[in-house]
């Protein structure tokens, strides 16, 4: 694949996922596909789960302030923060020579970046680490746990993750979602779920106190052996924050887009 079309597939990845996660809590969502913009917006205390993307391939710096500022009013009509979404390699040159100026008109700051990535790499060898065990997660116990990880990795209030999770039949059923266990303790999480014929990776984190052990990487595997072995699929996509982007490689995914998450200032 060309980068952009790599980039198209992981932004389409990004609306199909987002679109059931958002739908999954009762919250008034909003989700619309507007012209240019993707918005999947479940306004619950999840940031995550609030989400703004442009969508349009080789954007110019005129539509992309047009879009900017589109996305940003619609951000400000919600109760809850959340993120605009900006993949870099959907725009042209001229834009993103001017996407620092463009952003900072619309009233938006750079909260961090990520990377999208994707490959051609299932099936996995099931995997196994010498110090962890693998649940799937079925049960409000195991979901209040894998809530609670991502909650302490991305710094969020323990409350705003559990109320992106909890009480969700989707994650229970539908979710290939993994809890990776030290002597019984839940340490790390990882899930997958199936999204237009591939696997996307979602939700990857682990306790802060437990990093570069391998646990992450580990679960990621399990979550993505376990969904493959269910629906057959050969292909995953996922996107990756800066502090876990080095993990993915190693599995065999190769990156794509860069992905720059935005706020709104003040």
């Known amino acids: 694949m060309t980068d952009r079309t790599a980039t198209v597939e992981s932004v389409a990845q990004l609306s199909t996922v987002w679109r059931a996660m958002v739908l999954d809590r009762d919250t008034g969502a909003d989700v619309r596909d507007l012209a240019g913009i993707a918005v999947r917006w479940a306004d619950c205390d999840f940031a995550f789960w609030n989400a703004v993307t442009l969508t349009e391939a080789a954007a110019d710096p005129e539509l992309l302030d047009r879009r900017l500022v589109r996305a940003a009013d619609i951000m400000r009509s919600k109760r809850r923060p959340g993120f605009l979404w900006l993949f870099e390699d959907l725009l042209d040159d001229d834009a993103r020579a001017a996407l620092e100026e463009a952003t900072r008109r619309a009233g938006l700051v750079q909260a961090f970046a990520g990377t999208g990535m994707a490959g051609d790499l299932l099936p996995l060898p099931e995997p196994c680490h010498p110090e962890l065990t693998f649940e799937r ?12 990880i991502n909650s302490r990795a991305y710094g969020f209030p323990l409350a705003a993750g559990r109320d992106g999770l909890l009480g969700s039949t989707l994650w229970k059923r539908e979710v290939y979602a993994y809890l ?4 019984g303790v839940p340490v790390a999480c990882a899930a997958t779920v199936e999204a237009d014929g591939r696997l996307f ?33 050969t292909r995953a996509t996922l996107h990756a ?25 003040g």
């Open 137 to 148: 997660v079925t049960t409000d116990e195991q979901l209040r746990a894998y809530a609670d």
């Open 201 to 233: 990776v979602v939700l990857v984190a682990t306790e802060p106190d437990r990093q570069r052990r391998g646990y992450g990487e580990a679960v990621t595997r399990k979550a993505l052996y376990e969904g493959a072995r269910a629906t057959g699929l």
């Open 180 to 183: 990776a266990l030290k002597d």
């Open 241 to 265: 924050t800066a502090a876990g982007a080095p993990v993915y490689p190693r599995i065999g995914f190769e990156p794509n887009s860069p992905i720059r998450f935005y706020t709104l200032a």
